[in-house]
Nanobody, 126 residues
């Protein structure tokens, strides 16, 4: 059974940092592109960051570029999202997801992702 379990969310003040983790099991983690997505109330789900197989390629939303860093540890089957300089607009439920091959130009897009975690809440106060 495929499982993706997020952790590390919480409440922080503007400018603070959090590191989200996603523990993956039930599939060959190293063979999949992985991503972080978020959804705020009344907003569409947004791709935040994604990392390609092997970690050589990354995608970041313009809104988080320079502040967030995605990484993966294929030996530990774990995905990370380091979030620095957090802003109130980063407040959302954050989801870990695994993409399904084949991977094309839209490998980081939500439609490519077939496995999803239950999410972890990130709240950033002013």
């Amino acid at each position: 059974q495929v499982q993706l379990v997020e952790s590390g969310g919480g409440s922080v003040q503007s400018g603070g940092s959090l590191r989200l983790s996603c523990a993956a099991s039930g599939f060959t983690y190293s063979n999949y592109c992985m991503g972080w997505f978020r959804q705020a109330p009344r907003k569409e789900r947004e791709a935040v960051a994604a990392v390609y197989i092997g970690g050589g390629g990354t995608y970041y939303a313009d809104s988080v570029k320079g502040r967030f860093t995605i990484s993966r540890d294929n030996d530990k089957n774990t995905l990370y999202l380091q979030m620095n300089s957090l802003k109130p607009e980063d407040t959302a439920m954050y989801y870990c997801a695994a993409a399904l091959p084949p991977y094309g130009n839209g490998w980081y897009a939500a439609q490519t992702y077939g496995y999803w975690g239950q999410g972890t809440q990130v709240t950033v106060s002013s």
